[in-house]
């Protein structure tokens, strides 16, 4: 009998644990992508490398529109909780360049990018049984 209880428990736990990191997750790519739309990052300088990747981001004239796009749509998502599956999936990609970007062009700045990438994969994982079926071995 205890044995139910604390694996209700557990669950619970993490199901609340989710949600947080749901929340923090849509949060943050949100406010992000609307700073960008509404012009309200200041520009930052930026030097050597790291300074040639974003100007070829920005040179092409729509990349970073689309990937600001995509993390409006997915973080709006992820708050609202419709499509957390799918969500996670597509914005993976993005996540991990950031933490790239950081870890191997701005080492000082890699902890917010560390903390987007554990939220995504910890919410993979609390949605693994969606995957199963895209997984699964034919």
Do not use: D, W
């Amino acid at each position: 009998m205890f044995h139910i209880f604390v694996a209700t428990l557990i669950f619970n736990t993490m199901k609340k644990i989710a949600l947080i990191a749901r929340i923090i997750l849509g949060s943050i790519f949100t406010l992000f992508s609307l700073m960008y739309f509404f012009n309200l990052m200041p520009a930052q300088e930026i030097q050597g490398p790291s300074a040639a990747f974003m100007t070829g981001l920005f040179s092409s004239g729509y990349m970073m529109t689309v990937v600001k796009l995509i993390e409006l749509i997915c973080g709006i998502a992820l708050i609202t909780g419709q499509f957390v599956a799918l969500s996670t999936v597509v914005i993976f990609p993005i996540t991990l360049n950031i933490f790239l970007f950081h870890a191997f062009l701005e080492p000082a700045s890699v902890a917010m990018s560390i903390v987007l990438l554990v939220l995504n994969l910890f919410l993979a994982y609390t949605k693994k049984e969606s995957y199963q079926l895209i997984l699964a071995r034919k």
